[in-house]
């Protein structure tokens, strides 16, 4: 196969397949990523767990995968990607088989943990995959694009896996989820390669350099704002979409597992049909920073609709979950500004930090949200399993609005507009 790309005019068809096994990838580890959303009672019965502990273990994920971004995107500098996306599926794989047979937390954990060591490299790889394969002005689409089929598995293991689960039982899905990962595991290794023959290979830097780029990432003051911005535009849609938003609506509208997840499913469609567009309108207008404010915004006026206006229609909540990951869309913009603002040779491990930033939102607020329902417990049991009032609900997810008006004070008076334009080139 031809996979000669002119990098300042057309893509070939081989840089196509290779961006679309990297974002299978993608797709596949957010479907495991948000697939405890959907399996909360079976886990929490079968596992012996209360919300806080279903927090913990459900958040071991985020914990590895949150720890790997900065080695992931320094591996992803020095290393061949072939290979580093092959042995990251692989292991991802090998977790959802852990935690798919395993009948205690511990090993459910060290499952989960495992995804996560696999899964941190998931979107590091497509961001790489597009800087190498692809002209520069495409790239912020392609994030987008990436971001869309990332929503679509989320979306896979709301209401796919909602109904899997229902029919055959957690463990029967998940461990079906692991062997379509191996499979996929051997596609990867058959089809990408690191950068197009057209490219001259680049000398793997020195550890100097390696902590020469550390320096010049974290000396930097936009580095850590935009972190910010994305940790908080991220973390609503971990503590709610990913984990706590279906057993809040079967509990506020005392609706089944399915048509609960159908409606967190919204988010995840409003989060993949909004970040294409977004990098494109950013690419288009120039902006990166307006729009930041722009999403932020709007998830703090659809977040506080969702939890503190009581008796909304079901339909009008669909709506308001639709807006709400159109908001957490902002987040991809984030990569597009870490790339404007760092030399080529550190970009990987530049978005590696920001994408730590992102999924730490995880690990922190998954179980912080389960800690405080467990304090604001009101007594209720069901088959052995404690059960959370609509009012316990609304303050533990107190965060979750929180979060997006500081994403707003951020964008506003903090983050520096680059006008898409790249300070270095080399």
């Known amino acids: 196969m031809n996979d000669i790309s002119d990098l300042n005019n057309r893509p070939s068809l081989r840089a196509y397949l290779v961006y679309a096994l990297a974002a299978a990838f993608l797709f596949y580890e957010m479907a495991l990523?948000?697939?405890?959303?959907?399996?909360?009672?079976?886990?929490?019965?079968?596992?012996?767990?209360?919300?806080?502990?279903?927090?913990?273990?459900?958040s071991f994920y985020f914990y590895s995968y949150t720890f790997m971004q900065i080695p992931a995107g320094l591996l992803f500098d020095r290393y061949n990607a072939r290979i580093l996306i092959t042995l990251a599926v692989f292991v991802c794989s090998l977790g959802a088989f852990f935690f798919g047979t395993t009948t205690t937390a511990t090993l459910a954990a060290s499952g989960r943990f495992l995804m996560g060591?696999?899964?941190?490299?998931?979107?590091?790889?497509?961001?790489?995959?597009?800087?190498?394969?692809?002209?520069v002005r495409y790239f912020a689409f392609l994030v987008g694009v990436a971001q869309l089929l990332a929503a679509v598995g989320a979306m896979g293991g709301e209401v796919p896996l909602a109904a899997a689960v229902t029919h055959f039982g957690w463990r029967q899905t998940i461990t079906f989820l692991s062997l379509?990962?191996?499979?996929?595991?051997?596609?990867?290794?058959?089809?990408?390669?690191?950068?197009?023959?057209?490219?001259?290979?680049?000398?793997?830097?020195?550890?100097?350099?390696?902590?020469?780029?550390?320096?010049?990432?974290?000396?930097?003051?936009?580095?850590?704002?935009?972190?910010?911005?994305?940790?908080?535009?991220?973390?609503?849609?971990?503590?709610?979409?990913?984990?706590?938003g279906v057993p809040y609506l079967m509990t506020v509208y005392h609706i089944s597992n399915t048509l609960a997840a159908t409606a967190i499913a919204m988010t995840w469609l409003g989060l993949g049909i909004?970040?294409?567009?977004?990098?494109?309108?950013?690419?288009?207008?120039?902006?990166?920073?307006?729009?930041?404010?722009?999403?932020?915004?709007?998830?703090?006026?659809?977040?506080?609709?969702?939890?503190?206006?009581?008796?909304?229609?079901?339909?009008?909540?669909?709506?308001?979950?639709?807006g709400f990951g159109i908001a957490t869309a902002g987040q991809i913009l984030t990569?597009?500004?870490?790339?404007?603002?760092?030399?080529?040779?550190?970009?990987?491990?530049?978005?590696?930090?920001?994408?730590?930033?992102?999924?730490?939102?995880?690990?922190?607020?998954?179980?912080?949200?389960?800690?405080?329902?467990?304090?604001?417990?009101?007594?209720?049991?069901?088959?052995?399993?404690?059960?959370?009032?609509?009012?316990?609900?609304?303050?533990?997810?107190?965060?979750?609005?929180?979060?997006?008006?500081?994403?707003?004070?951020?964008?506003?008076?903090?983050?520096?507009?680059?006008?898409?334009?790249?300070?270095?080139?080399?």
């Open 180 to 244: 379509i990962g191996f499979v996929l595991t051997v596609l990867i290794w058959l089809v990408i390669r690191n950068q197009p023959k057209t490219t001259l290979n680049k000398v793997m830097p020195p550890v100097e350099g390696v902590v020469k780029s550390l320096q010049h990432i974290m000396g930097s003051s936009q580095t850590w704002w935009v972190a910010l911005y994305a940790f908080c535009s991220w973390a609503p849609i971990t503590a709610f979409a990913e984990l706590w």
């Open 274 to 322: 909004a970040s294409p567009i977004l990098g494109w309108l950013s690419d288009r207008l120039g902006l990166r920073g307006a729009l930041l404010g722009t999403c932020a915004g709007l998830g703090l006026i659809t977040t506080v609709l969702i939890l503190y206006i009581p008796y909304l229609p079901l339909s009008l909540m669909f709506v308001l979950l639709f």
């Open 335 to 426: 990569f597009a500004i870490v790339k404007d603002n760092n030399k080529p040779s550190v970009t990987a491990a530049a978005m590696g930090f920001n994408n730590m930033a992102v999924v730490a939102g995880g690990a922190l607020f998954q179980p912080l949200v389960g800690i405080l329902l467990r304090q604001y417990w009101e007594g209720s049991m069901y088959n052995n399993v404690q059960v959370y009032s609509a009012h316990s609900y609304r303050i533990a997810l107190i965060v979750i609005p929180l979060c997006f008006f500081i994403a707003w004070i951020v964008s506003a008076f903090f983050i520096k507009e680059t006008y898409c334009k790249p300070k270095f080139t080399e």
């Open 33 to 58: 990523q948000a697939s405890p959303s959907v399996m909360t009672h079976s886990l929490m019965r079968d596992l012996s767990l209360d919300a806080a502990g279903l927090g913990v273990m459900a």
């Open 117 to 135: 060591v696999g899964s941190s490299f998931a979107f590091i790889s497509v961001l790489v995959i597009a800087a190498r394969w692809f002209p």
